[in-house]
């Protein structure tokens, strides 16, 4: 209608003008009171906020928060990179290491949708090796791949599948991508799994990256921080890339303090608290015979095949209830996300399906 949006139309780039923005879970549902669609915590924390130096740039790299990250971490601070999540993580490696029209990343789906989206933002190629009817990695195909692409993007936990992906597998892609890739491994998840992850390989393999994030242990989504772990010499490519001021002084002061003693340790008993709930709710779940849980639950959520799966998701977004639908994604038809809530959203959603089920007669 108005002559400005034909203009932004016509100017916009063209690579642009199919794409979808990210679906994100607070783009898709705005309403409800039991937001069990994102993964994010349940619980939100108090923070103190100091204002005297607000009115300053703040560093690029907040001091306190990385070595506050790397002492958790158990590494150096030239082996990290604080960023807005580590959604601005995974863009960062592909603005840093692919060149547009030219470089490909390697992805392994059912798996977390940005690394796919921020790629063909900037242009990049995408390969897909889809994981194996188990969620583990296909060794063999991504290797067919070998010298085409630039990043191998490994989730493990997955996000949605909730699979961690075997630490052999991990090393053997690492070592036959090591000339050619880095391989990123997306540890969003990894304080809710029983693996440790992969920090303490660094040393071994340059071409190792991990991404970590505050939003969802840490329950801090509503901040945005993120880190990126990886050899000195990937760090310093990624700070050519990043914005001069990239973390928010209220960031970095509420970063310190969730990874301060007292932060770290509420975490873990959250975290604790948080996969106790994850198997009663297994329980509950499993008890449903309309349902069956998909994939594993190494991550504060669970995945399951649904029948009814779109009249389910319905009734229960109309009581205010969110969860996420995965059924577009490669092997999961009919499958629903639910992220682990507090135990009254944990209890209203068991009960709703139940009573789904029993009105349904089925
Ligand atoms: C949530 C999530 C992220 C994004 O984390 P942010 O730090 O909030 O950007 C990255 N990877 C996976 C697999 C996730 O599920």
Redesign the pocket.
């Given at each position: 209608m108005s002559t400005s949006a034909t203009l932004a139309d016509r100017l916009q780039c063209r690579h642009l003008k199919t794409l979808q923005p990210y679906q994100s879970a607070r783009r898709l549902f705005s309403g409800g009171q039991d937001w069990l669609n994102a993964?994010e915590s349940p619980f939100s924390n108090d923070y103190a906020l100091d204002c005297t130096k607000l009115n300053r740039y703040p560093d690029c790299q907040p001091k306190r928060v990385i070595n506050a990250y790397a002492d958790y971490a158990g590494l150096n601070t030239e082996q990290l990179l604080v960023s807005r999540?580590?959604?601005e993580g995974i863009e960062l490696l592909i603005r840093a290491f692919c060149e547009p029209n030219q470089d490909s990343i390697l992805i392994c789906p059912p798996t977390?949708g940005?690394y796919a989206i921020s790629a063909e933002t900037f242009q990049v190629g995408v390969e897909r090796v889809p994981l194996k009817a188990d969620f583990s990695l296909d060794l063999e195909q991504m290797y067919q791949h070998n010298g085409k692409v630039k990043l191998v993007f490994i989730?493990s936990p997955n996000?949605p599948t909730g699979t961690t992906v075997a630490d052999q597998q991990i090393k053997a892609a690492l070592e036959h991508f090591k000339d050619s890739a880095l391989v990123v491994v997306?540890e969003?998840y990894i304080e809710f799994a029983e693996n440790q992850g992969c920090a303490s390989w660094l040393a071994e393999y340059p071409n190792l990256v991990i991404?970590r994030?505050l939003?969802?242990a840490f329950a801090l989504?509503g901040i945005?921080c993120?880190f990126t772990l990886a050899a000195p010499e990937v760090i310093q490519v990624l700070l050519k890339a990043i914005a001069p001021y990239p973390v928010p002084e209220p960031v970095a002061q509420i970063a310190a303090q969730a990874l301060s003693a007292d932060g770290l340790k509420q975490i873990k008993q959250q975290v604790q608290g948080l996969n106790k709930a994850r198997t009663e709710l297994l329980a509950a779940l499993r008890n449903l015979p309309q349902l069956s849980v998909v994939g594993d639950v190494q991550a504060n959520f669970v995945l399951v095949r649904a029948s009814q799966k779109q009249a389910l998701m319905d009734n229960l977004v109309a009581q205010g209830i969110l969860i996420r639908d995965q059924s577009k994604q490669m092997h999961l038809q009919d499958c629903l996300r639910i992220s682990i809530g507090n135990n009254e959203q944990n209890q209203r959603l068991v009960a709703a399906i139940t009573a789904f089920y029993q009105q349904e007669g089925q």
């Open positions: 993964n999540g580590a959604d977390y940005m989730c996000n997306d969003a991404l994030t939003s969802k989504a945005r993120g």
